[in-house]
């Protein structure tokens, strides 16, 4: 068991009064696509490469990269796909990129931080990725992790663009690029909003560690305000703006995700379906009500079941 034999047609994510929300997959490995595909993902929202990188001595060479990433583009012919460079350094520790024990690697040499530091990397990514890109065709937008400010957003989108890059934007993942959003955002062709980190962030409860878990939770009102920032810095710029953490699997949130701003959605393929029905439901300026309400709450269970009661 467990083959999927009849793709289903594809259906576009759309909101009852007709907005399309795009429905994105996050996928870990290019043999993630096919099914993806299968289950309806209009693109890729999240590609996380890390894959490529784990347990290699050195990293791996560019035409290596490229024909990895031309699989995944290849199965997303036309459509967007969103790949992340690479965001070593919190559960992963590469030595060639000087990984060293760290207390506290969430807060520590994570992401663009150590890329920035080993520009060489991120340059050979970056490189195979437009290889792959002119290989493909492929609808390519490529974003950072764990970017903190203005500085590293100009930096990083610099060195995409020297390199034939032409969609490029960053992961908002860290409170602080949350809090700077009008500043950061209109330098950026698109952002995409890391609701993981910036929950285990603006909570400041490691998002490993069970004795904390609870805290990890993308209700919180603080998380909900921060995303607010970020959604009306985008609709201020008109840049487009996405979410790729595992909230958007969650329907109830998906539609306070809209609300707040998102014009798409990433998610595990699995979430996909249930999460278009939801949608189906609502129309943008209810979506936008919902989210007003779960703001005032006082914590993340009052969010939810404000959301869920309205909704009902
Ligand atoms: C996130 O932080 O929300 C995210 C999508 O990235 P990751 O879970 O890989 O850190
Ligand atoms: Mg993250």
Not at 50 to 75: G, H, I, K, N
Not at 149 to 169: H, K, M, N, P, Q
Request: charged share 20%; aromatic share 4%; net charge negative.
């Amino acid at each position: 068991g467990g083959t999927v034999s009849t793709p289903r047609p594809l259906t576009p994510g759309r909101l009852a009064d007709g907005t399309a929300i795009p429905l994105l997959a996050n996928v870990g490995s290019p043999e993630e696509a096919a099914p993806a595909v299968a289950l309806g993902a209009e693109g890729v929202g999240l590609f996380r490469t890390e894959f490529l990188y784990l347990d290699a001595r050195t990293a791996p060479s560019v035409e290596l990269q490229r024909s990895r990433y031309r699989d995944l583009m290849a199965a997303f012919s036309g459509r967007k796909v969103v790949v992340r460079v690479l965001d070593a350094g919190a559960d992963k520790q590469l030595a060639f990129l000087g990984h060293t024990h760290e207390e506290n690697p969430a807060l520590g040499r994570r992401g663009l931080r150590a890329l920035r530091e080993h520009e060489d990397v991120l340059r050979d990514q970056l490189t195979a990725l437009a290889e792959a890109q002119n290989d493909t065709g492929a609808d390519l937008w490529v974003m950072a992790p764990m970017v903190a400010d203005v500085d590293e957003t100009a930096y990083f989108i610099g060195v995409a663009r020297s390199l034939g890059l032409s969609t490029v934007g960053i992961t908002v993942e860290v409170p602080s690029a949350a809090v700077l959003a009008d500043q950061i955002v209109p330098l950026c062709d698109f952002v995409s909003i890391g609701t993981n980190d910036l929950t285990q962030y603006t909570l400041a409860a490691d998002r490993q560690l069970g004795s904390v878990a609870h805290y990890q939770d993308p209700w919180h009102p603080a998380v909900l305000r921060l995303i607010k920032l970020i959604g009306d810095a985008a609709r201020v710029s008109n840049t487009p703006v996405g979410v790729c953490g595992e909230s958007a699997s969650d329907p109830l949130m998906a539609v306070t995700l809209v609300g707040l701003g998102a014009d798409d959605l990433s998610m595990s393929p699995g979430a996909l379906a249930d999460v278009r029905a939801t949608l189906a439901g609502v129309t943008l300026e209810q979506a936008r009500e919902l989210a007003t309400l779960a703001l005032v709450q006082h914590s993340a269970a009052d969010a939810r079941a404000a959301v869920a009661n309205a909704l009902a």
